[in-house]
């Protein structure tokens, strides 16, 4: 997928490259209607230029003893002849020509009016009656120089104009946009738990209806939230006392109970009871894990925390428990500790329940900051993996569970900016299951 290209950036090469356009366009229009403008200055020039080398040539060729022979002017000093011209009688005979001129430019039999060639622009025209012909030509390098000239003296403003447009129209968008840059930074800058209102200053009029369906949208969200957040809490809380009176009431009366059928219909509800009471303790840890307020101010040592819970563990399931530390002293994270104690939890109960048995569950924590809990066991497939982490989602498997343990770990992780990652088979291994967890600097 391609990366989206920035308001700022279009507009800015948008207007950039409008201006050039336009500029190039009024440019190629100047350079039309000034060189229409020259051609006919130069034509009139042309016509002006024969008609008073005419009159004076023809009144030379009369004051001549000789008026057959061809006669060249003399040039008075050294000079490049932008014009030349031929004289001719009235039989195609040339009279007199310029100094510099060259005939192959001009036709065997004089033509009248303007004309061009591939190389020269050239006017003819007569008098005495048609007994004398004059023939003018310019060449043509002279007048494309000349629009070359014009054309690079417009253009050349374009080499300026450009640069100093862009950052113009680059500071002035960036200006306009303020408040929409800082409404944007106002909303990459928050995580996914932050529903609050965003503030949203110098907001441009056209994105304020924007701004507060965003913030409408939010409120709905929050409160829709929250009430899901107390009522599974709530929930969860209510349910604790009755669950424990009930289940103390049925303990009371398994002891009681005669050998028999008896008894073991209320071993299987107080077994029922236990697993209600341990999933109402799920309910309220999932609450808490998307209730928001896992980082604190002043980051904290998660040493202690691991070795904590890792000995509680270990006081309950003997020596299935393995503890891997860094060499150094502290690994220092923003997550609160008692959100790390629950993530941990979860993740140790989930090993302990889906590993093997015959082998111990391994905690590690790397300098780095990762924490990692390995367990024995099958291969977790790919398509079942990416979906551990949702609620009451659990594997094949024939261990107990409510599927709240990854969810809940899931939860804590994303609230509090780590990142967990799900890997089978384990890193290095043929087999087993591990829950790598990025803790947060």
Do not use: C
């Not at 107080?270 to 341990?278: G, H, I, T, V």
């Not at 503890?323 to 008692?338: A, F, G, T, W």
Request: aromatic share 4%; glycine share 6%.
């Amino acid at each position: 997928m391609s990366q989206p290209v920035s308001l700022q950036r279009r507009l800015g090469i948008g207007l950039t490259l409008g201006v050039a356009a336009l500029w190039l366009v009024a440019t190629t229009l100047t350079v039309f209607i000034v060189q229409h403008t020259i051609d006919r200055t130069l034509d009139s020039s042309l016509e002006e230029t024969a008609q008073r080398i005419l009159s004076l040539a023809v009144v030379e060729i009369f004051n001549r003893e000789s008026s057959d022979l061809l006669q060249q002017v003399a040039s008075l000093r050294p000079h490049e002849e932008y014009i030349t011209y031929l004289v001719r009688g009235a039989n195609g005979i040339p009279l007199l020509i310029s100094h510099d001129v060259d005939l192959s430019v001009f036709p065997e039999t004089p033509q009248m009016g303007l004309r061009s060639t591939a190389t020269h622009r050239l006017y003819g025209t007569s008098a005495v009656s048609d007994t004398f012909f004059i023939e003018v030509a310019e060449p043509l390098t002279y007048r494309h120089r000349a629009t070359r000239e014009m054309l690079a003296m417009l253009l050349l403003p374009l080499a300026v104009l450009v640069p100093l447009s862009l950052a113009g129209i680059w500071w002035l968008v960036r200006h306009s946009l303020g408040g929409l840059l800082a409404y944007r930074q106002a909303l990459e800058e928050r995580d996914a738990g932050d529903l609050s209102p965003v503030e949203a200053p110098r907001l441009p009029a056209e994105l304020v209806p924007v701004a507060v369906a965003v913030d409408q949208l939010l409120a709905r969200l929050r409160r829709v939230l929250e009430a899901e957040r107390s009522f599974t809490a709530n929930s969860a809380h209510e349910l604790r006392t009755p669950l424990a009176a009930a289940l103390a009431q049925v303990q009371r009366l398994r002891r009681e109970a005669p050998p028999g059928p008896l008894q073991d219909r209320a071993w299987r509800i107080e077994a029922s009871l236990r697993e209600l009471s341990r999933l109402s303790e799920k309910l309220m840890q999932l609450a808490k894990a998307e209730s928001g307020g896992l980082l604190v101010e002043t980051p904290q040592d998660v040493l202690p925390v691991v070795i904590h819970v890792v000995d509680d563990f270990r006081r309950s399931y003997d020596t299935r428990l393995e503890l891997s530390l860094p060499k150094e002293k502290q690994i220092v994270s923003s997550i609160d500790p008692d959100a790390l104690a629950i993530l941990l939890r979860n993740l140790i109960e989930n090993a302990l329940k889906h590993g093997r048995e015959d082998r111990p569950v391994e905690v590690a924590v790397s300098s780095e900051g990762v924490l990692r809990v390995i367990n024995a066991g099958p291969v977790v497939p790919a398509e079942d993996l990416v979906r551990l982490t949702d609620r009451f989602t659990r594997a094949n498997s024939r261990a107990d569970g409510s599927g709240l343990g990854l969810a809940i770990a899931q939860a804590i992780a994303t609230g509090s900016g780590a990142t967990l990652t799900l890997i089978s088979p384990a890193t290095g291994r043929g087999d087993g299951f591990e829950a790598s967890l990025w803790l947060p600097p």
